[in-house]
């Protein structure tokens, strides 16, 4: 399932830091970049001496020579020693969930997703790294009318979460705007990403953890709302394009244009395990919008990216890494 990334482009990072590395999207990336021949610089607080998921996630990762792994929290560790000489950041850190962000926790979102992103944009520009590329969020649109979202509609967010990955991606370029700015800032608005070391809070996981084991599946709503759901190679591919591609600055969708309802991906599961997941229907949940689905064509005009790995092709190749780690991933949150 993973595709083949040759370093082609004379804008192809030599040296590049992921924050966020331990998390589900950074350690692909970073696995990505250093078999393209990358030297990557993986930040991240998680303490892998105690965090099983983390530790399981860097896994792959960690005997290979091009990668340098930094525990480091970005609200108040020394940020400038670790962009030395590095040509690219891609800025992934943060408290992602949607339906935790209404609790006491949310202070924890403002200082990880905003405070700590100004601090990193600051010693980007001491540092004069030329590329930063940094996930944003499909949340920041907010509801919709089921049509495609475009880059250049007005932004709604509907969570506090939603709230600082705006907050966060509109710093990110207002710091690029400034005057003499040396860094080209691309923020990527990623759609509802699964496959193998997905979070165990999102709703592919947990779908496929319950077919595969036959725990109950706890579904917020009637199962209706529907997802742009992205494959993580397709968006590991399009967050090196945007590092690479040449003119690419600014917003830009990650998500294929077409969208499912989780209905739909319980019945994927339930024919990949021949049998049906127990569902539990529980209130749908304050913030979560009806539906996502990405105007892809920015992505595609700049980055020359378009979703490859279509829903069911996507979803078994998550339930074959989850059926492979039974005793990493059943762990759900
Ligand atoms: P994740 O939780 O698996 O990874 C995020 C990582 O950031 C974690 O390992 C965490 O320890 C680290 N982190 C958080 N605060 C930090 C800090 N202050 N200093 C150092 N490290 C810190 O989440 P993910 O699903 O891989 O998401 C990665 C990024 O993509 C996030 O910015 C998220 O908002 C964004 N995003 C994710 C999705 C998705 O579907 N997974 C969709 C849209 C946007
Ligand atoms: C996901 C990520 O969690 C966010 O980090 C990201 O910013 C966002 O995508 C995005 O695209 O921007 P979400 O779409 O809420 O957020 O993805 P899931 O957490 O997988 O939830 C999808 C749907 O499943 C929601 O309607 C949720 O209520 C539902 N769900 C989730 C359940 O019914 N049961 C669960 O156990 C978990």
Known sequence: MTQQLTPQSTHFPRRAVVTGAAGFIGSHLAHALVQAGTVVIGVDRRDLSTDQT????????????????????????????????????????????????????????????????????????????????????????????????????????????????LAEEQLCLAHAAQPHCPTTVVALRYFTVYGPRQRTDMFTHRALLAALTGQPLRLYGDGHQRRDFTYIDDAVAATIAAATAPAAHGVINVGGGSNASLLEVISIANSLVGRDIEVRQENPRHGDVLTTRAHPGRAHEVLGWQARVDLHSGIRAHMQALAAEPSVYSRAA
Not at 68 to 75: F, K, Q, S, Y
Not at 139 to 157: I, K, L, M, W
Request: proline share 9%; glycine share 8%.
């Open 54 to 165: 983390a530790a399981a996630n860097l896994t792959p990762l960690r005997s290979l020579p091009g990668y340098i792994h930094v525990t480091a929290d970005l609200i108040g560790c020394a940020i400038d020693p670790l962009l030395i000489d590095a040509d690219a950041v891609f800025h992934l850190a943060a408290i992602p969930g949607v339906r935790p962000s209404w609790g006491p926790q949310f202070g924890d979102y403002v200082a990880s997703n905003i405070l700590a992103t100004k601090r990193l944009l600051d010693a980007v520009g001491r540092m004069r790294v030329p590329r930063l590329v940094v996930a944003s969020s499909s949340s920041v649109y907010g509801a919709t009318d089921g049509g495609h979202s475009v880059e250049t509609d007005h932004p709604r967010p509907a969570s506090p979460y939603a709230v600082t990955k």
